[in-house]
């Protein structure tokens, strides 16, 4: 299974942006999807949204993103979304997905991504 971001690139603050996160490869189910973003210059991951499937959907959201952002998943694609709106400095970054899928052979599998960069000019 691979992941590929997308979605990046410069925009003005105040914007919005909609990051995909599209995976390829034998995939039964996915569990679960979230997004992280590293910080220009910091080693640490921000864990900003996850989503989760079991009975139901739940999804969870970082403070930072409480608000202005929306993560969701198109099963019959197996691509996932992370749009945010209101766009700030402070959310330049690299964006990255990961996501735990399931398949018969391999059971279930946490699988990340490479990342997209995002730039929010002031």
């Known amino acids: 299974v691979q992941l590929q971001a997308s979605g990046g690139g410069l925009v003005q603050s105040g914007g919005s942006l909609k990051l995909a996160c599209v995976a390829s490869?034998?995939?039964?189910?996915?569990?679960?999807m979230k997004w992280v973003r590293q910080a220009p210059g910091k080693f640490d991951r921000e864990l900003l949204a996850d989503i989760t499937f079991t009975s139901t959907t739940a999804t969870t959201y970082s403070d930072s993103m409480k608000g202005r952002a929306t993560i969701s998943v198109d099963k019959d694609k197996n691509t996932g979304y992370l749009e945010i709106r209101d766009l700030k400095p402070e959310d330049t970054g690299a964006y990255f997905c990961?996501?735990?899928?399931?398949?018969?052979?391999?059971?279930?599998?946490?699988?990340w991504g490479r990342g997209t960069l995002v730039t929010v000019s002031s």
């Open positions: 490869g034998t995939i039964f189910k996915i569990n679960s």
């Open positions: 990961s996501a735990n899928i399931y398949y018969f052979s391999t059971g279930s599998r946490t699988y």
